[in-house]
């Protein structure tokens, strides 16, 4: 045994050097250029400011400071490409204890921040902006302001390593095929973006039928004289006592639902979302957005939702995530446990005087609704377990609303009474399902804002969230993507830095739901790698998916066929087939499972794993055109389940050569 690892060794080595600079993992470096620096007073339109009236803050670099009250103090930049660069202020704002609201203008594009009270110069960093290679105007705005200003920092972004991001799931015993997906995730993140739509829920995009039930006869049959097979075990009587059945199902699989208004039958056409991005993309997106909206206990039915995640898993190999639009009583009083309440009399907003903190306080009528909306929640679930079907489940979504850790922003009752109760009642469901209800396939992901530094808050902790997201609704207003008109095509770069900051580099950060995607030239530009991104459905009124005013459809196409983004055709056949490997520390490698398992490594088909494997896929990926790999030598190689051969791969054959993994 020694003599063979003193072998395996040496071939190791020998590997390393052979593979010389084609082994080593990229290394992305900073800009060298120095930070551009400049006095507060020296700003165009700035005042020389020596004190705040009577209030002195010592120690200014300079002649003094910019008080920014009644004028504005402009900055003129040249850089020498389009790219992201980074404001520092150092500052003071001594007028508001609860912090004060300021504006950078940044060609005409504004970004915003609340500055804390501070009777110090203190270092206030504004983000990332985008600068356009040439001249820039950068502009602090009275807006609000009274912020004193010492000097502006303007320098190029640094980016951080985003492969800190963990595979780990914080449920420790997650299905296997949901920490296979968590693996996958994790593999694509930072690299390439996962495209996504939402579906409509409850009942949308009606579509109405001339088929009708006939009693006679007991058949259903269209005016074509089509038969449909009756589910025999919906049989129901309407309040004449008509006998009829719910369900019908045609010669294509399609289920039709019973109209009690028109006495025909209907279906709801749920597919009418990722077949438009089809018709326009002639790609299907990776991941499809549901909701658990219909299993309200109000007027609880059910709307297929289970059966349509599963068919799209199952049978499409797509990704899931959901949302839960859960509806309260608008007047509790009006409701009677456990009975039907119109749904005119219910809601997801904040105008309910339900109240929040008592669904954790046993006794209450709030607890034992709660209760029962957990339960209708966990059946549809446990679907989903049973057949195999990992979940991105995103409950409580967009807590903070407009902003503020007192609930006073929050637009649904789930967030209404603030920070703390909002985060219990996380834990309880959370606690519940995967306690009470054993669900393991369940992917936490937690929506956040960055309105100000009080958003942070909003946060469960990295114990009970596994990817943070922001949704993006923007499209007419706000926009930095150096456009007057059309929708906003900016990839909101800032954000997603702001949100990897808040989660130190831990968790992914995903683009949850948004109206217009970015266009892949800002996305690229400013490194804006959002996991995925994922538009909400269409309407009439609100056309989201290929509406004009909502989406510029060329810049659309563009993502969708860029090797950038990751359609449904490139997920990986076996994506919930692959296990994680912990290598050290909170790093993870995916290793793939299959009855194929010993192949892995073999990248020149010799049916062996060895130093020749390692040389070649690094030859290969260093472009070498006497490096030939075919199909499934690139299957092979794909060590790390990541859809395609990359540096992490050589070294991971080396890993197994030497019985590491």
């Not at 946060?459 to 596994?466: I, K, L, M, N, T």
């Not at 993502?559 to 909170?586: A, M, N, R």
Request: one cysteine or more; proline letters at 3%; a negative charge.
């Amino acid at each position: 045994m020694q003599e063979f690892t003193k072998r395996m060794t040496a071939g190791i080595s020998a590997a390393v050097i052979a593979c010389g600079a084609l082994c080593a993992l990229p290394v992305t470096a900073a800009d060298n250029a120095e930070p551009f620096r400049v006095e507060g007073e020296d700003m165009e339109g700035a005042t020389l400011w020596t004190s705040i009236y009577e209030n002195q803050i010592s120690d200014y670099s300079g002649e003094g400071f910019f008080y920014l009250t009644s004028s504005s103090g402009t900055i003129t930049m040249t850089v020498p490409d389009d790219g992201m660069y980074q404001i520092i202020v150092r500052g003071a704002q001594i007028l508001d204890e609860n912090g004060r609201y300021q504006t950078v203008e940044v060609n005409g594009s504004e970004y915003h921040k609340t500055v804390p009270y501070a009777d110090k110069w203190t270092d206030f960093d504004f983000g990332m902006v985008r600068l356009s290679k040439g001249e820039n105007t950068i502009k602090f705005v009275s807006k609000y302001g009274y912020m004193a200003i010492d000097y502006v920092t303007i320098s190029p972004a640094v980016f951080p390593d985003l492969s800190t991001a963990t595979a780990e799931t914080c449920d420790k015993d997650a299905t296997p095929e949901t920490k296979a997906l968590m693996a996958y995730l994790q593999s694509v993140y930072g690299k390439q973006m996962l495209s996504g739509q939402q579906q409509i829920y409850g009942g949308g995009n009606s579509v109405q039928t001339t088929i009708r039930y006939d009693a006679a006869t007991d058949t259903c049959k269209d005016t074509n004289g089509v038969e449909y097979v009756i589910d025999r075990d919906s049989k129901d009587k309407d309040e004449q006592g008509n006998e009829f059945y719910w369900h019908c199902t045609g010669p294509d699989g399609q289920v039709y639902t019973f109209s009690t208004q028109n006495h025909n039958y209907t279906y709801n056409n749920y597919n009418n979302d990722v077949n438009l991005i089809y018709d326009l993309t002639g790609k299907y997106p990776a991941i499809q957005g549901f909701d658990f909206g219909s299993y309200c206990p109000c007027y609880a039915w059910d709307d297929g939702v289970a059966d349509r995640m599963i068919e799209w898993t199952n049978e499409k190999g797509g990704i899931c995530t959901a949302s839960w639009h859960i509806n309260v009583p608008t007047v509790l009083a009006d409701y009677t446990l456990g009975e039907p309440l119109d749904f005119g009399r219910t809601t997801y907003s904040e105008k309910t005087d339900f109240v929040t903190a008592n669904c954790l306080k046993e006794g209450t009528t709030e607890y034992e609704y709660f209760r029962l909306c957990m339960d209708n929640l966990a059946k549809e679930l446990l679907k989903l377990q049973e057949a195999n079907v990992p979940l991105i489940f995103r409950p409580f979504h967009e807590a903070e609303g407009n902003g503020g850790k007192d609930g006073k922003g929050a637009w649904f009752w789930w967030a209404k009474e603030g920070t703390e109760v909002y985060k219990q009642l996380w834990a309880y469901l959370q606690d519940t399902l995967t306690n009470e209800y054993g669900l393991h396939n369940l992917i936490w992901e937690q929506n956040l804002y960055t309105w100000s530094d009080d958003s942070a808050l909003w946060y469960s902790g990295d114990d009970r969230v596994d990817i943070v997201a922001y949704d993006k609704y923007n499209t007419v207003y706000n926009r930095h993507d150096g456009k007057t008109s059309g929708p906003n095509l900016d990839a909101e770069s800032g954000i997603f830095y702001q949100l990897v900051g808040y989660v130190d580099g831990k968790k992914m950060v995903a683009m949850a739901e948004n109206s217009t995607v970015p266009s892949l030239t800002n996305l690229q530009v400013e490194h804006a790698n959002w996991l995925y991104f994922c538009p909400w459905y269409n309407t009439d009124q609100d056309p989201f998916v290929i509406g004009e005013e909502y989406q510029d459809l060329d810049e659309l196409k563009k993502v969708y066929l860029s090797d950038f983004c990751i359609t449904l055709d490139e997920l990986p056949e076996d994506l919930f087939q692959t296990t994680v490997k912990p290598v050290s520390g909170t790093t993870t490698t995916t290793v793939k499972e299959s009855d194929n398992a010993d192949l892995l490594g073999d990248v020149n088909l010799d049916k062996e794993v060895d130093v020749e494997d390692a040389v070649l896929l690094a030859r290969y990926l260093a472009e070498d055109i006497n490096a030939v790999i075919d199909a499934q030598g690139k299957r092979n190689a794909d060590m790390n389940a990541s859809g395609a051969p990359d540096t992490d791969d050589t070294g991971l054959i080396l890993q197994k050569i030497a019985k590491l993994i």
